[in-house]
């Protein structure tokens, strides 16, 4: 049985679905998470064939250099402001979902924290999880 990922910004003027399966999991402390969240990280399901990711309504994007140079894009709805995924130019077959804009959130499940050097003792995340300075080599 194909498990279905689904969910889509608060306003619900952009919605996503998949049946296939996240390669990585991932709670991330870096600078431009913390900010995008208004939290101490942002988490993510990335899943390998974007075009398997069904993506109605029209989101906003801007880019951002990674610290490996790398352009990502994030995509948010111009209504309500969600940050809904982003993108990668480097690996333009990823896209990453916002585990918090998920239909069930329970479905996140964490396998590592990056960026743990930028992380903050009010947000703390499961220590039992694989910490990495940076991104994990892939």
């Not at 064939?49 to 029209?58: P, Q």
């Not at 140079?69 to 333009?92: D, N, R």
């Not at 992380?119 to 990495?132: E, K, S």
């Amino acid at each position: 049985m194909t498990r279905l990922y689904a969910g889509g910004c608060a306003c619900g003027a952009i919605r996503y679905e998949t049946g296939s399966q996240p390669v990585f999991e991932n709670h991330c402390q870096c600078r431009d998470c913390q900010k995008r969240s208004g939290t101490g990280h942002g988490s993510y399901l990335s899943f390998a064939g974007k075009a398997d990711v069904r993506i109605t309504g029209e989101a906003k994007t801007w880019r951002v250099a990674a610290d490996s140079g790398a352009e990502k894009i994030h995509a948010f709805c111009p209504t309500c402001g969600t940050p809904v995924y982003l993108t990668f130019v480097a690996m333009p077959d990823v896209i990453a979902i916002h585990a918090a804009s998920l239909d069930d959130p329970g479905q996140f499940n964490p396998q590592a924290v990056t960026y743990t050097i930028r992380g903050h003792v009010w947000d703390t995340v499961d220590p039992a999880l694989l910490q990495f300075e940076r991104m994990p080599p892939g």
